[in-house]
Every structure is written in structure tokens, then in C-alpha cells.
């Protein structure tokens, strides 16, 4: 789950004209009323460069295989690489392919169709079920954003928010589109 201090942050460091209200940051609750108010007072561009730089599993094992395999494979070309992800080992891998525009999709859950569930494990450890803003989702597209950036050797820009399965309620699976920059 994203952390309403890490985002507020943020969104102070990125400028952004931004009304905080009180909240202390380390509650569920805190972090759904920071992700409503992002709702109302951010534009989606903005929305999604605050979410982009939240993300869990950032810095530990989990990250690992995506390093290495950058490390293998560092020089070859974007197309190359995204070939290859097939060799990467491990249970944090999403789909992805590179689009005739230039823009990189990744799809991240499990479940099957009309039954996608949400990986987040802040999510699944909710006692009840919410609405869920597809602002929140933004957390999974950063966690997703800084290993795909490590085994790609690319920069990403977090574009679009296309699906959800938590916001979709299982009928649709979690689906980012990324801008591919200059690392």
C-alpha cells in the first residue's frame, strides 16, 4: 500500500498546487483520503507522477533477478530484451510487450478472465472491500516501473492507468502503459 507521508512528499518535491489536509499518513485511511483528494485537486498526468515514485518491493530481494537480468543483457536492444524476459526467474515478473508506437504495456495479476484478482498485498489484507480508485493502482504501476526500468535499461513514464482488477471488481486485469525515456 502506498504511504500517504511518501506521496505527500512527493507532491511537495514535484510542486504540484496542492490543498493537504490533516492526516498523519501511516492508515489505510489516511492513504485513501490522500488518494481522493489527488482525485479532485491533480490532473491524471499528475496523479500518475506522484503514483509512479510509490511502490513497494522496491529495494529488496524482489528486485534482484530484474537487476541481473539487466546486467545480462545491458547493450542489446529494448526489442531484444523483451524477448528474452521469458528466462527471467521469478513470481514478480508481469507480461509486457513493446506497441507499434514506441510505448510499453505491462499486465500484472492473477486470476483469469471476469476473475482477475489484485496482487497488492495491502489489498488483499483489507477486512472489507472498497471502491478503490484507479489513483491508488498507480503503487503496482511504480513497483512495476522501478523493475522493469532495472531489467530493460530504460527509463519508463507511467502514461496511463488502462485497467485495474481491484477497480474493475475481477472483470478486468491490472494494465499500464508506460512511455519508454531515456534512462
Not at 530484474?66 to 545480462?72: D, T
Request: neutral net charge; hydrophobic residues 35%.
Amino acid at each position: 500500500m502506498p504511504n500517504a507521508r511518501n506521496m505527500a512528499r512527493t507532491i511537495k518535491q514535484k510542486g504540484l498546487p496542492f490543498d493537504f489536509q490533516k492526516q498523519d499518513g501511516g492508515s489505510a485511511t489516511d492513504v485513501f483520503s490522500l488518494i481522493e483528494q489527488m482525485d479532485k485537486q491533480l490532473t491524471e498526468e499528475q496523479r500518475y507522477s506522484v503514483m509512479q515514485e510509490q511502490g513497494c518491493c522496491k529495494s529488496d530481494d524482489i528486485t534482484a533477478p530484474f537487476r541481473a537480468f539487466g546486467h545480462a543483457h545491458a547493450g542489446k536492444p529494448l526489442a531484444e530484451k523483451i524477448a528474452l524476459m521469458d528466462e527471467l526467474k521469478t513470481g514478480h515478473k508481469a507480461p509486457c510487450h513493446l506497441n507499434p508506437d514506441g510505448t510499453l504495456a505491462i499486465y500484472w495479476g492473477s486470476g483469469g478472465e471476469g476473475d482477475n484478482q489484485c496482487v497488492c498485498r495491502s489489498i488483499k489484507r483489507m477486512p472489507e472491500k472498497k471502491p478503490v480508485s484507479l489513483t491508488f493502482c498507480g503503487c503496482c504501476a511504480g513497483h512495476v516501473r522501478n523493475t522493469y526500468q532495472h531489467a530493460l535499461g530504460v527509463g519508463l513514464q507511467l502514461k496511463k492507468i488502462v485497467s485495474s482488477a481491484v477497480a474493475s471488481d475481477g472483470r478486468e486485469q491490472c494494465s499500464f502503459l508506460f512511455d519508454v525515456v531515456e534512462a
